[in-house]
């Protein structure tokens, strides 16, 4: 079974400024990054109750999960 995972309008624009900022400096790390979060983004929709509830969930009618994914040196996003 596949879930529903919605990406809101500033997640998107925040993914798309760390992967232009990313992408200033390497291609390669920007595209590496985007394919993390991607799969991130898959591994939530395919299992989103291995995510953890996410903070704002108190503030919202249904539940909201998130899920962290690390590059490879190491940083969370």
């Not at 998107?12 to 400096?25: H, P």
């Not at 998130?66 to 969370?76: E, I, K, Y």
């Amino acid at each position: 079974m596949t879930y529903s995972v919605s990406i809101l309008l500033r997640a998107r624009q925040d993914v798309q400024q760390i992967f232009d900022w990313l992408a200033d400096r390497s291609e390669q790390g920007a595209q590496s990054w985007f394919e993390s979060f991607e799969r991130s983004v898959s591994t939530l929709s395919k299992n989103p109750f291995l995510a953890a509830i996410a903070p704002e969930n108190d503030y919202c009618e249904r539940e909201i999960r998130h899920v962290l994914f690390r590059t490879r040196r190491g940083r969370s996003y």
